[in-house]
T-cell receptor, first 115, second 117 residues
Framework: DTGVSQNPRHKITKRGQNVTFRCDPI?????LYWYRQTLGQGPEFLTY????????KSRLLSDRFSAERPKGSFSTLEIQRTEQGDSAMYLC?????????????FGPGTRLTVL | AQKVTQAQTEISVVEKEDVTLDCVYE???????LFWYKQPPSGELVFLIR??????QNEISGRYSWNFQKSTSSFNFTITASQVVDSAVYFC??????????????FGTGTRLLVSP
């Protein structure tokens, strides 16, 4: 399978705990995005990497959120001191090198439930 | 600011009916891109089509067709002879052109399509 993969697919945690999600993009794609999708809504942009550099961050990404892409390949998204409002589907997408025209390919997402 | 509106929250049809999903967008940019994605129950967003703002030609791909009209800022999606497998949530998305290569997709709230046998 050469698509975008995400792990874990589901995560249930208690409020106040830290969680970390992983995204493995399509191998030749140097651009990686994180989005968050709550129930009944469309995905909302969180952050963007070009290779290992984090170039854009949404104001949705509070101080409790941190994302990395240390070697320009896989990426991790960590949420510290989780809150019930963090419950959502976290989607990762990758895009090949080029202009703004080509599409983003999405992974299956990690569904986070904070109790 | 960019905005995408999908006014239809849910549509129910019977198999073989045609159905049109509406998408209206707002942007101040003259160069932008429009996309449609499908999200089946499994959750993974599947790319369907992209269109840039300079290409107003309608497109047909099998049972799918898209009608882009800049004059009304709409990018509607029609499924002909719907099938049960078309049941999913469909999202319209907008991205403004960025010379840096950054592409932030702004999604609508989606339209849930239910196709019954």
């Amino acid at each position: 399978d050469t698509g975008v993969s995400q792990n874990p697919r589901h995560k249930i945690t208690k409020r106040g705990q830290n969680v970390t999600f992983r995204c493995d993009p399509i191998s030749e794609h140097n651009r990686l995005y994180w989005y968050r999708q709550t129930l009944g809504q469309g995905p909302e942009f969180l952050t963007y990497f070009q290779n290992e550099a984090q170039l854009e961050k949404s104001r949705l990404l509070s101080d409790r959120f941190s994302a990395e892409r240390p070697k320009g390949s896989f990426s991790t998204l960590e949420i510290q001191r989780t809150e019930q409002g963090d419950s959502a589907m976290y989607l990762c997408a990758s895009r090949e090198t080029g202009g703004s025209y080509n599409e983003q390919f999405f992974g299956p997402g990690t569904r986070l439930t904070v109790l | 600011a960019q905005k995408v509106t999908q006014a239809q929250t849910e549509i129910s049809v019977v198999e073989k009916e045609d159905v049109t999903l509406d998408c209206v967008y707002e942007t101040r940019d003259t160069t932008y891109y429009l996309f449609w994605y499908k999200q089946p129950p499994s959750g993974e967003l599947v790319f369907l089509i992209r269109r840039n703002s300079f290409d107003e030609q309608n497109e047909i791909s099998g049972r799918y067709s898209w009608n882009f009209q800049k004059s009304t800022s709409s990018f509607n999606f029609t499924i002909t002879a719907s099938q049960v497998v078309d049941s999913a949530v469909y999202f319209c998305a907008l991205s403004e052109a960025q010379n840096t290569g950054f592409q932030k997709l702004v999604f609508g709230t989606g339209t849930r399509l239910l196709v019954s046998p």
